[in-house]
């Protein structure tokens, strides 16, 4: 079956710190690689997103490459903001061998993070 | 329109009652999703539609009841629920198999007293 490993936390860092968001995966077909974000007493945000091997996805500062040979998306961010403090989830969607179809999302247990100024 | 809305934002019900969570989205997305979030926990997957068909169901108890309407709307009925099936209930969309992303919803914060 499919799952995904993240360190979990809580991760406490200063401003301007460098960040790493350690996630591996496992999966049976070709799978999607996504960042979410929830913010306290809100939904998911998707962050960024990867859907094959090398590619990197990146937004908001935030950066993850999808590298197939070691299982892994790990998030990194430069310099962090306190505004970052929030729950980091990776996340996979699975493609079959054959056919298509909607599965959903498979979770990491998510990584608290927090900044502090 | 690229969000999904979730209605109401928060709920408190009793044990005996029938409520409904509503989930709704215009992107043309084919397939919609409900979640259950428990507090300090990831999502866990409840129910799947595509293309208005329920595909996948993991095993919920039938005090919850999900209905596709069109390919808008998605609503989870609720009956008879415990305590502990208080969490924050997210919908979400995709095209159809989801593998260049979903879009959540807020979510919907239920209380069973």
């Known amino acids: 079956g499919n799952s995904v490993t993240q360190m979990e936390g809580p991760v406490t860092l200063s401003e301007e710190a460098f960040l790493t968001i350690n996630c591996t995966y496992t999966?049976?077909?070709?799978?999607?690689l996504f960042w979410y974000v929830q913010y306290p007493g809100e939904g998911l945000q998707l962050l960024l997103k990867a859907t094959k091997a090398d590619d990197k996805g990146s937004n908001k500062g935030f950066e993850a490459t999808y590298r197939k040979e070691t299982t892994s998306f790990h998030l990194e961010k430069g310099s962090v903001q306190v505004s970052d403090s929030a729950v980091y989830f990776c996340a996979l969607s699975d493609r079959p061998y054959s056919g298509g179809g909607a599965d959903g999302l498979t979770f990491g247990k998510g990584t608290h993070l927090i900044i502090q100024p | 329109d690229t969000e999904v809305t979730q209605t109401p934002k928060h709920l408190v019900m009793g044990m005996t009652n029938k409520k409904s969570l509503k989930c709704e989205q215009h992107?043309?997305?084919?397939?919609m999703y409900w979640y259950k979030q428990k507090a300090k926990k990831p999502p866990e997957l409840m129910f799947v539609y595509s293309y208005e068909k329920l595909s996948i169901n993991e095993s919920v108890p039938s005090r919850f009841s999900p209905e596709c309407p069109n390919s808008s709307l998605l609503n989870l009925h609720l009956h008879a629920l415990q305590p502990e099936d208080s969490a924050l209930y997210l919908c979400a969309s995709s095209q159809d198999t989801g593998n260049y992303g979903y879009t959540f919803g807020s979510g919907t914060r239920l209380t069973v007293v």
């Open positions: 999966a049976t077909g070709y799978p999607s």
């Open positions: 992107m043309g997305h084919r397939a």
